[in-house]
T-cell receptor
Framework: DARVTQTPRHKVTEMGQEVTMRCQPI?????VFWYRQTMMQGLELLAY????????DSGMPKDRFSAEMPDATLATLKIQPSEPRDSAVYFC???????????????FGQGTRLTVV | DQQVKQNSPSLSVQEGRISILNCDYT??????FLWYKKYPAEGPTFLIS?????DKNEDGRFTVFLNKSAKHLSLHIVPSQPGDSAVYFC?????????????????FGQGTRLTINP
């Protein structure tokens, strides 16, 4: 039963601390997305990778957020330093995207609920 | 710059009737569209998709319609069931499969909360 796995499911941290969220995409998928769910923006795209190469991270605050994919089985999203406004649910998703007739859908993990106090 | 817009934050429908969720987009390069359903405390799950070469795709109770000239898509659920109560997101992607900036990224709308009343 292939699924996207995110850890931790919940994280409470103090302002100024570093937060690392992890994602294990589905094996064989060539694209990994990081989203943040907010009330106003819905699912906001932060960054995404194709074949482990970062394609677009324009949705992230560059000074504090970083996304990496050190190998095909792990994607990370790091916030340093964290701020209360970063409190949200962060989702990772993976899929196989090669063209509109051959794409799979993006499969989502269960998310990491981050609370920065 | 919200490229995918769901202008109705919420929708309430009676059980057994048709639910119609709407989505508008601004980027004419979008060529692949999807609908997702999301329950609280879970990740979004895929419902149905459509590519830009089609104007309709049907899967059981779910039908997606695409109007490219109006840059509009809609999801029809008929008949609506209580288990359909959830937040529904539409999403779109664009571009060639080559490795270029911005290609094939998946952009979501703000979501519509659907409530099916017994």
């Amino acid at each position: 039963d292939a699924r996207v796995t995110q850890t931790p499911r919940h994280k409470v941290t103090e302002m100024g601390q570093e937060v690392t969220m992890r994602c294990q995409p589905i094996l064989g998928h060539n694209t990994v997305f990081w989203y943040r769910q907010t009330m106003m923006q819905g699912l906001e795209l932060l960054a995404y990778f194709r074949n482990r190469a970062p394609l677009d991270d324009s949705g992230m605050p560059k000074d504090r957020f970083s996304a990496e994919m050190p190998d095909a089985t792990l994607a990370t999203l790091k916030i340093q330093p964290s701020e209360p406004r970063d409190s949200a649910v962060y989702f990772c998703a993976s899929g196989f995207f090669v063209g509109p007739e051959k794409n799979t859908e993006a499969f989502f993990g269960q998310g990491t609920r981050l609370t920065v106090v | 710059d919200q490229q995918v817009k769901q202008n109705s934050p919420s929708l309430s429908v009676q059980e057994g009737r048709i639910s119609i969720l709407n989505c508008d987009y601004t980027n004419s390069m979008f060529d692949y569209f999807l609908w997702y359903k999301k329950y609280p405390a879970e990740g979004p799950t895929f419902l149905i998709s459509i590519s830009s070469i089609k104007d309709k795709n049907e899967d059981g109770r779910f039908t997606v319609f695409l109007n490219k000239s109006a840059k509009h898509l809609s999801l029809h659920i008929v008949p609506s069931q209580p288990g359909d109560s959830a937040v529904y997101f539409c999403a779109a992607s664009a571009g060639s499969p080559t490795l270029i900036q911005g290609a094939q990224k998946l952009v979501f709308g703000q979501g519509t909360r659907l409530t099916i009343n017994p």
